[in-house]
């Protein structure tokens, strides 16, 4: 069974562009959640979604971010336009229940 | 959540137990306590979890004190791949962020030959 996949891999970008990411979560699994570690700081939790609606999006940091999860399947996260500060590594994860999440190998976006 | 603490870095080595602690004192009746790691350059891994119980799977042992104030990770024979970043996470199944997972800074766990 695959696991959580995540596009691109790497990202580079110029500060002001804008950047989409995208997760696959594990099939069936409707819990998908977006994390992200920016520099020298730990793990910190985004939001997340049950099927496509939003349960909790307490850790979007800014109107910048947008997450969404149309047909309660893949989702991506768009930043716009992008800062500095918004370099890091941009994990997700999915679950099929509240217990036990799953995660991808990350995103790496660099903001230049 | 309730606030973990967690030494910064241990050792261990190769074939022996690695015993992680964590100290969660203001844990709540219904707050669980959960453990994952993460690999260099990979995302988290889900270890084990426990409420009240001791705990066991094929990855390791959670021990959880009576009074629920702390706990200890056990991997019973440490491998270099077991080298990691631990986290004990605390974490509420209920409300509206019952999916949020707060890590803190872990501890490194290095493996030695």
């Known amino acids: 069974e695959a696991g959580v996949t995540q596009f691109p891999s790497h990202s580079v970008i110029e500060k002001g562009q804008t950047v989409t990411l995208r997760c696959d979560p594990i099939s069936g699994h409707d819990n998908l959640y977006w994390y992200r570690r920016v520099m020298g700081k730990e793990i910190k939790f985004l939001l997340h979604f049950v099927k496509e609606s939003k349960q909790d999006e307490s850790g979007m940091p800014n109107n910048r971010f947008l997450a969404e999860r149309t047909g309660g399947t893949y989702s991506t996260l768009k930043v716009q336009p992008a800062e500095l500060e918004d370099s890091g590594v941009y994990f997700c994860?999915?679950?099929?229940?509240?217990?036990?999440?799953?995660f991808g190998p990350g995103t790496r976006l660099t903001v230049t | 959540d309730a606030k973990t603490t967690q030494p910064p870095s241990m050792d261990c080595a190769e074939g022996r137990a690695a015993n992680l602690p964590c100290n969660h004192s203001t844990i709540s009746g219904n707050e669980y306590v959960y453990w994952y790691r993460q690999i260099h350059s990979q995302g988290p891994q889900y270890i084990i979890h426990g409420l009240k119980n001791n705990e066991t799977n094929e990855m390791a042992s959670l021990i959880i004190t009576e009074d629920r104030k702390s706990s200890t990770l056990i991997l019973p024979h440490a491998t270099l791949r077991d080298t990691a970043v631990y986290y004990c996470?605390?974490?509420?199944?209920?409300?509206?962020?019952?999916?949020?997972?707060?890590f803190g800074q872990g501890t490194i766990l290095t493996v030695h030959p």
């Open positions: 994860a999915s679950s099929a229940s509240s217990y036990e999440q799953y």
């Open positions: 996470i605390v974490r509420v199944l209920g409300g509206t962020s019952y999916g949020k997972l707060t």
